[in-house]
């Protein structure tokens, strides 16, 4: 069984709110969009409603068609979800491509579903949205930040004040490219398991520590947990949007 709660916030410096998320049936997203001038929004809501429309479309369908194969080293949630993010990468890419508005914009995403039948969650993300693990009182990030400041090979060559302006600066998002690159992975879910997406708007305004004991002081009320999680970036700056989505996995 799955608990489950989600809350965008627009921030204390932003006139728009481009992030977007969903929640619903096993299935969590969060994306950040980027682009400015409302472009950002578009692109945001764009990939998630793709990947909501394939996700939705490919549960339980023996004869759904895999537009961008089927790998066979993934599980069939693994396929759905490698398949869905890419459509919302073509989706946002034309797009962008359509008009001068939309020139330029893209979206982060950070996407799991979790098994009807197992206990098992499959996720991927792009960019610097991020999926996390609570387990047993600690606190484990799933996801790595496509961002340079990450990119192996800068890693000896850069300073700390270099490399803290880096990690704003994307390696990838959906919509930079007509085709994108992204792991897929399968994780085993025990009793209690809390399971954490959000956007930089969160990670980049409260430690990782603070995140924990915040979903540890709300452990039944997930609306309270992000509402906790929502004012405590807020407070100490709310440079950004800030979109949280958190689901518990009862075995």
Same mark, same amino acid.
């Given at each position: 069984?799955?608990?489950?709660?989600?809350?965008?916030?627009?921030?204390?410096?932003?006139?728009?709110?481009?992030?977007?998320?969903?929640?619903?049936?096993?299935?969590?997203?969060?994306?950040?969009?980027?682009?400015?001038?409302?472009?950002?929004?578009?692109?945001?809501?764009?990939?998630?409603?793709?990947?909501?429309?394939?996700?939705?479309?490919?549960?339980?369908?023996?004869?759904?068609?895999?537009?961008?194969?089927?790998?066979?080293?993934?599980?069939?949630?693994?396929?759905?979800?490698?398949?869905?993010?890419?459509?919302? +990468?073509?989706?946002?890419?034309?797009?962008?491509?359509?008009?001068?508005?939309?020139?330029?914009?893209?979206?982060?995403?950070?996407?799991?579903?979790?098994?009807?039948?197992?206990?098992?969650?499959?996720?991927?993300?792009?960019?610097?949205?991020?999926?996390?693990?609570?387990?047993?009182?600690?606190?484990?990030?799933?996801?790595?930040?496509?961002?340079?400041? +990450?990119?192996?090979?800068?890693?000896?060559?850069?300073?700390?004040?270099?490399?803290?302006?880096?990690?704003?600066?994307?390696?990838?998002?959906?919509?930079?490219?007509?085709?994108?690159?992204?792991?897929?992975?399968?994780?085993?879910?025990?009793?209690?398991?809390?399971?954490?997406?959000?956007?930089?708007?969160l990670t980049n305004m409260v430690s990782?520590?603070?995140?924990?004991?915040?979903?540890?002081?709300?452990?039944?009320?997930?609306?309270?947990?992000?509402?906790?999680?929502?004012?405590?970036? +807020?407070?100490?700056?709310?440079?950004? +949007?800030?979109?949280?989505?958190?689901?518990?996995?009862?075995?």
């Amino acid at each position: 069984m799955i608990t489950s709660h989600g809350q965008t916030d627009r921030g204390q410096r932003r006139s728009l709110n481009e992030d977007a998320i969903f929640w619903d049936d096993g299935l969590f997203i969060v994306c950040d969009g980027l682009g400015g001038h409302k472009a950002g929004e578009v692109a945001s809501r764009l990939a998630i409603d793709s990947v909501v429309r394939f996700i939705e479309r490919s549960a339980g369908d023996a004869e759904i068609e895999w537009p961008y194969g089927f790998i066979r080293r993934l599980t069939v949630d693994g396929n759905r979800l490698h398949n869905a993010i890419k459509l919302a +990468n073509g989706a946002v890419f034309r797009k962008a491509a359509s008009s001068k508005e939309y020139a330029g914009m893209g979206t982060t995403i950070a996407a799991a579903i979790v098994s009807r039948d197992q206990a098992q969650m499959t996720y991927a993300a792009v960019g610097d949205s991020r999926i996390y693990l609570v387990r047993r009182g600690r606190i484990t990030q799933l996801t790595s930040d496509d961002s340079w400041a +990450n990119l192996s090979w800068k890693a000896d060559s850069m300073d700390e004040m270099t490399r803290a302006a880096m990690r704003h600066v994307l390696s990838k998002a959906l919509g930079a490219h007509e085709d994108v690159d992204f792991d897929v992975v399968a994780r085993g879910l025990k009793d209690e398991d809390l399971v954490l997406l959000c956007s930089d708007g969160l990670t980049n305004m409260v430690s990782d520590e603070r995140i924990l004991e915040i979903v540890s002081a709300q452990q039944t009320d997930f609306e309270a947990a992000c509402q906790a999680l929502v004012d405590e970036a +807020n407070a100490q700056g709310g440079r950004d +949007n800030i979109s949280v989505v958190l689901a518990k996995y009862r075995s």
